[in-house]
């Protein structure tokens, strides 16, 4: 590739963290960094530290939340950066705007970077919106004249004319990321740089947004990165693709093939047959009755309105015991492990036997929301409106993906706010009261 088609060359970026501190730790850290560096040595804590993976207690205060980071940007490219949360992407794009520094490695970028990182990014929340306008075109280098001749087409595709000359600070979050985006696209820098904020945006906005971005790199040659969790987004607007795991580059190539590789790469980490092992009990259980394995009988990417199926084996240890029923525990995301809710079945008897034996509970309704879910399990006696007895109890068995809307027709979910929750409740009814209200809401209102 020649060097004057590079819009942006990384090259070995690394990015270190102490946890739980701010800036690089204690007094005599950074007296021992000073010191090699006055003797021309590398910094000593560079060669420490773990892999910045969340779901996994370290044995060092050090992270690494990017390291070793290496590719090539093409201008006029739009490069899609993906991965799961906490895989390094906002770190990557804070170090390419220079909002922090790299622990190691060398930037190169060709013209001016704007950034969108997140809602009301560079905003003054005491100014006015015309005044940010100005303000923010000013720090990306541009004058006056120029942000003239830009300012009605930014507030116009902004949609906050009438707000305009009112402080930032009375604005909700859609209307701060219409004009921080408006700002960023409009004002023509040569790179522009995009996280997530998009998803703030209503659905007009968000395809507005997604259209001049496409204007941006086809018909001005401006490179963009951008970072989203919505993969049809990244598949329309995006050529190529990197796809961060943990802080390095696991995969890098065509925008289609990158996010099969993430969406694969997700899939795998289900798990959709378990044999039960000492990290599934949290606490001490006298085991009457125990769990040996259980197993997803769905595919681990299912809908909505799918019933779900899951085949348990369970033994039968004190033969005293003559019934008993289970009870299922949905999280709505494995390493967090928020509890979405819980299910019930009938009490069943048990076999006068020790031998293995299997049972299968179905969930009909459940109406999750697209995510990634996991299941605990209780085996025992009781049910929720008396009390009950644990026989077995245990945590993160099995995990699947609700993906599709729909069983019969396969259509994808691109899009769920978290803040709607994490249950989808579709048999709704509504009845229109014909009659007037026997309210006098003048009388209400003196």
Known sequence: MKSEEIAIKIENISKQYRLGQIGTGTLSHDLNRWWFKVRGKEDPYLKIGEVNDRSQKGESDYVWALRNISFEVKQGEVLGIIGKNG?????LLKILSKVTKPSTGVIKARGRIASLLEVGTGF????????NVYLNGSIMGMTKSEINRKFDEIVDFAGVERYIDTPVKRYSSGMTVRLGFAIAAHLEPEILVVDEVLAVGDAEFQKKAIGKMQEVSHNSGRTVLFVSHNMGAVRSLCKTGIVLQNG?????????????????????????????????RKHHIDKDVELLAAELLNETEIATDEPLKVKLTLKVNNLKKKEVRVKGMINANA?????????????FKLPDNEEPFDVVVTLYNHNLAKGVYSLDFNIGIGNPTTSFTDFDLLYNVLSFEVLYDSMENKQLISK???FWGSSYYKQVEIDVLKEEPKLNFNSLLR
């Open 416 to 418: 769920w706010a978290p």
């Open 248 to 280: 390095s580059v696991s995969f890098s190539g065509e925008v289609n093939e990158a996010v099969d590789y993430y969406l694969d790469e997700a899939k795998s980490n289900l798990v959709a047959k378990a044999v039960i092992e000492p990290k599934h």
């Open 124 to 131: 003054h929340q005491e100014m006015t919106g015309r005044e």
């Open 335 to 347: 390493n967090t492990g928020s509890r979405v809710g819980c299910f019930f079945s009938g009490n």
């Open 87 to 91: 895989a390094g992407k906002s770190t």
